[in-house]
Each structure stands twice: as structure tokens, then as C-alpha cells.
């Protein structure tokens, strides 16, 4: 296997965010004030939420792949989470739209 393969490899295997999720309310106000700054009024959804956490993990992990891999790796990652993960990170999402 040669180098470049290897790195190939390095970049198809993701980590997974740490549990329980690593957002903390401060983080998911920042995220709310920003968002009515601008044109949309959408909170995140737990997919979305999940998907900060995950790019988070990476980029400690000094793995962050391409963007045009990144998106596909977060939902794979997301859709291999046990049911009690994703109610974490659903709770989250409830829990900004809460204090809307």
C-alpha cells in the first residue's frame, strides 16, 4: 500500500464525537445569534447539531477530510448512532427551539 492509499484510508474512517455531546449552551446560543442575523430563522436541527460536534471531533483528531466527503461521512456516522446518541443530540435541538 502506498502513501497515498493510506492517507485515502486515514480520510474514509471517521471518528465519531464524543458523548455525551460536546456543545455546551453557550455554544448553541452563539449559534442561535448568529442564525438571526441572517436570512434564514431555522434552528439546527439534531442532525445539524450533530454534524458540528462530529466536524469538531475531526479537527481534534487533525483528521477533517475534503468538504465533499465531510457532509457524507457525518451522516453515515450519525445513521451508525445508537438511538440514545441521537436522542442527545434531538434533546439539544428541542432544547434551542425551547428558548426561542
Request: hydrophobic share 35%; aromatic share 8%; no cysteine.
Amino acid at each position: 500500500m502506498n502513501t497515498s492509499d493510506r492517507n485515502q484510508l486515514e480520510i474514509i474512517l471517521p471518528s465519531r464525537p464524543l458523548f455525551p455531546p460536546p456543545i455546551t449552551q453557550d455554544q448553541l446560543v452563539t449559534y442561535k445569534s448568529r442564525i438571526k442575523g441572517k436570512h434564514s430563522s431555522r434552528l439546527p436541527t439534531a442532525f445539524i447539531i450533530y454534524k458540528t460536534a462530529y466536524r469538531q471531533q475531526l479537527i481534534a483528531d487533525n483528521n477533517l477530510p475534503p468538504m465533499h466527503l465531510f457532509s457524507s461521512m457525518a451522516s453515515i456516522s450519525y445513521e451508525r448512532e445508537p438511538i440514545h446518541v441521537k436522542t442527545a443530540y434531538v434533546n439539544l435541538s428541542l432544547q434551542l427551539r425551547s428558548e426561542g
